[in-house]
């Protein structure tokens, strides 16, 4: 039984061994040793029987299943190799460091006409570099236990700390990051939601008055992402980091993010040799001094949070000041609490302004919407489902993590569509094109809220925009809020 599935990647190596009669003959001596009882040896022919007889059982039931499924020829099982994209290793390099990244992929799925598929991009460590934008394939690489984020791309992250040292965000599943997570959980729990939703609403109303409405009457325009980009930081300095941050550091940080993103998010972790060329590239070093201005105003959140009478307790600081794991240094809390900024406010506001954007260019949604929400008391819009399906609907077509998440197979795997993937292959999972495949979202590319009043099985299983298994989001319940 075993012996025939092609079920996963470990039967079928043993499947299509060269010589299976001998894997047979191995697993029927077994047998005979599991009969076979020292203390008895009246019974040692009988067993010797036994065992000889399900040998050649076995051996005769793998000739029969070989000549009935090669129709009597018998032939090897080869293994399936993806379709491989025709850009060049140069091309490849340019196109997974630029910001048109999703849309290229998706494009080169349509071209291929294989939602999975190889890049031409050599990456040490790694003997091929695929994109898996099959939903059943990137959920199991997601839920594999075996499966890793790999060093070789979000080490990257690990240059922009001043210890060179792995956040949470960055660091490979084993006993500190299980500390790590652990440890800071409770700090997205209901309790705190309810808490920072009524902050982000304080911020919310107070822009509207003071931001908003004078711009609206003096006809003016203004860029919505910058606009969220504070308010959500307002709001996430207030209640994950108990600091009052200024406009001054608002606008640094926003800044000097953009720098620090396009080199180590970007460029070197499509390029990784770059950090050695950091005396000869200005984007480099102007992203390393952006890295030292970030890492002090974190600085001064720790120092504010030490100087405070009564912290609140169950906060992202209170619960990373508290953990053992970080040793009270102070750098290393700095990268987490860094990381967790970044995660915490870029996300919210981007996903917010693009749902903003498609309700804009669909009036006709955006009324509906509207007329939904008058009819309830603004604490009660939570409970909108036409809400919920405004927003996943815009998650859906411009998901959070766009570009790619990265993933190290920790085992051999075979796909969907029988492709053969090898322990160790750098796996990019992007989200932009697995969220736009029509073959599971019906008209994929239009903005239909009401496609989730009663979505199917296969939607439901390949909408995943904060990933699945052990690294998803940590902080999605307050995303989703």
Not at 115 to 136: I, Q, R, S
Not at 450 to 478: D, H, Y
Request: proline letters at 5%.
């Amino acid at each position: 039984k075993t012996t025939l599935s092609l079920d996963s990647a470990e039967t079928y190596r043993l499947s299509t061994h060269e010589n299976a009669s001998k894997q047979l003959l191995k697993m029927s001596t077994i047998t005979m040793a599991t009969f076979y009882n020292p203390t008895q040896w009246h019974y040692q022919e009988v067993t010797l029987a036994v065992g000889t007889v399900t040998a050649a059982l076995s051996f005769l039931l793998y000739k029969v299943y070989v000549t009935v499924s090669t129709n009597g020829k018998e032939k090897k099982f080869t293994k399936k190799s993806l379709p491989k994209s025709s850009m060049s290793i140069l091309e490849t390099i340019q196109m997974m460091a630029g910001r048109k990244l999703p849309i290229q992929l998706f494009d080169m799925a349509k071209d291929l006409g294989s939602w999975n598929f190889e890049l031409n991009l050599p990456v040490p460590g790694h003997p091929k570099v695929v994109v898996v934008a099959e939903a059943e394939d990137a959920r199991s690489i997601f839920r594999d236990s075996l499966t890793e984020k790999p060093k070789s791309i979000y080490g990257q992250l690990m240059e922009m700390s001043p210890t060179k040292s792995p956040s949470m965000f960055a660091m490979q599943t084993g006993a500190e990051w299980h500390r790590r997570r652990k440890g800071t959980a409770p700090a997205f729990s209901q309790t705190h939601i309810r808490r920072m939703n009524q902050v982000a609403v304080k911020h919310t109303e107070k822009w509207l008055k003071e931001i908003l409405t004078p711009m609206v009457q003096n006809n003016e325009s203004f860029d919505v992402v910058k606009e969220l980009l504070k308010v959500v930081l307002r709001a996430f300095s207030e209640t994950a980091l108990q600091y009052d941050i200024s406009d001054e550091e608002i606008y640094m940080f926003i800044t000097e993010w953009d720098l620090i993103a396009k080199e180590y998010v970007l460029k070197s972790a499509a390029n990784p040799f770059r950090k050695y060329l950091t005396a000869i590239l200005p984007e480099r070093r102007r992203a390393v001094q952006a890295c030292d201005s970030v890492y002090k105003l974190f600085h001064r959140i720790i120092n504010n949070y030490r100087n405070l009478d009564s912290p609140m307790e169950g906060t992202v600081i209170d619960l990373i000041m508290k953990n053992p794991t970080f040793k009270n240094d102070e750098n290393i809390i700095a990268s987490e609490l860094f990381l967790y900024m970044v995660a915490g406010h870029d996300t919210t506001a981007i996903s917010v302004s693009w749902i903003l954007m498609e309700l804009g260019k669909n009036p006709q949604e955006q009324r509906s919407l509207r007329e939904a929400l008058s009819k309830m008391k603004p604490e009660e819009w939570s409970k909108s489902e036409l809400l919920r399906n405004v927003a996943r609907e815009g998650m859906r077509l411009h998901p959070v993590s766009s570009h790619a998440i990265a993933r190290e197979l920790g085992r051999d795997m075979i796909t969907k569509k029988g492709y053969f993937l090898q322990k160790g292959t750098l796996a990019f999972l992007p989200f932009y094109v697995i969220f736009r495949n029509n073959e599971i979202f019906e008209d994929a590319e239009a903005f239909l809220p009401s496609r989730w009043e009663n979505p199917t099985e296969s939607m439901k299983r390949a909408f995943i925009p904060f990933a699945t298994g052990v690294q998803n989001c940590v902080g999605q319940a307050l995303a989703n809020a």
